[in-house]
């Protein structure tokens, strides 16, 4: 659960359990120059740089260090979600799946209204937010890219290999989790899941409480798992998800 004041209602964890801050910042630099370097310099030992093809150096370079993927400003991932930005200090910026593979989806409840949380995730002394939240009238909002590792889990290594959706609400109410809420979260679970080929179980669509480490109770004892995998699955398997926005946009 969060913390008691509105401000800081929602119920993601610590800031990264390493170095914190934004998209421009040093932290986990060395980290992305190491895994790219390796890619290209790897890459050109095997056949020497002159050998390279133009349309395969064309192809990975943005692999090369301190390039950035390009992107589109405001594009969502999940075709059903209003983009409204998270501070930079509540995430920071990566290229998944290339540098970390995504093979999660974390559930939390925002332990505070929905306006509460998206004030929460805007505020860079929160320290945390997740990639979604979900309201109980059902509306999706996508405050971070997929691309990027949101500060959610409370624990780094979740963190980079998982997408983490909030639930407006509070754990000790199970009314607040309602068919409209259940319904949204489902389709897009079962959207993020397609794009990395995630599993729909339980080891791989899990609860912020299931992460190690964490001193977190939600989703709670009134989240219906059962209920709600069914719905991802049926989602998965129905007309199928909108796959949302390239993870190059």
């Known amino acids: 659960m969060g913390a008691k004041h509105e401000s800081r209602s929602a119920s993601t964890g610590g800031s990264d359990n390493g170095p914190v801050g934004g998209s421009g910042g040093s932290k986990d630099a060395d980290r992305r120059i190491g895994r790219r370097a390796l890619i290209v310099g790897g890459t050109a030992a095997a056949v020497g740089t002159a050998a390279l093809a133009r349309d395969e150096l064309a192809r990975l370079w943005w692999r090369v260090p301190g390039v950035e993927r390009p992107r589109e400003a405001g594009a969502v991932d999940y075709s059903g979600a ?77 963190n980079e290999r998982s997408v983490g959706i909030e639930h407006e609400g509070f754990v000790d109410r ?15 679970t079962a959207g993020i899941c397609a794009r990395y080929e995630i599993p729909l179980d339980r080891e791989h669509i899990i ?25 991802v699955r049926r989602a998965a398997t129905s ?11």
């Open 207 to 231: 609860g912020h409480v299931e992460v190690p480490g964490t001193d977190h109770t939600d989703p709670g004892p009134h989240w219906d798992w059962d209920r709600y995998l069914k719905l």
């Open 239 to 249: 007309a199928a998800p909108s796959p949302g926005a390239s993870k190059s946009a």
């Open 174 to 188: 199970p009314q607040d989790f309602t068919d409209e809420m259940y319904a949204a979260s489902a389709r897009l």
């Open 82 to 158: 209003r983009w409204v930005a998270a501070s930079d200090e509540n995430w920071r910026r990566a290229d998944r799946p290339d540098d970390f593979g995504v093979d999660m989806v974390i559930v939390h409840v925002t332990q505070g209204s929905f306006a509460s949380a998206v004030r929460a995730f805007q505020d860079p002394g929160h320290k945390a937010a997740t990639h979604y939240i979900v309201g109980q009238d059902g509306r999706v909002t996508q405050m971070i890219r997929e691309l990027d590792v949101a500060y959610h889990a409370g624990n780094r290594d979740y």
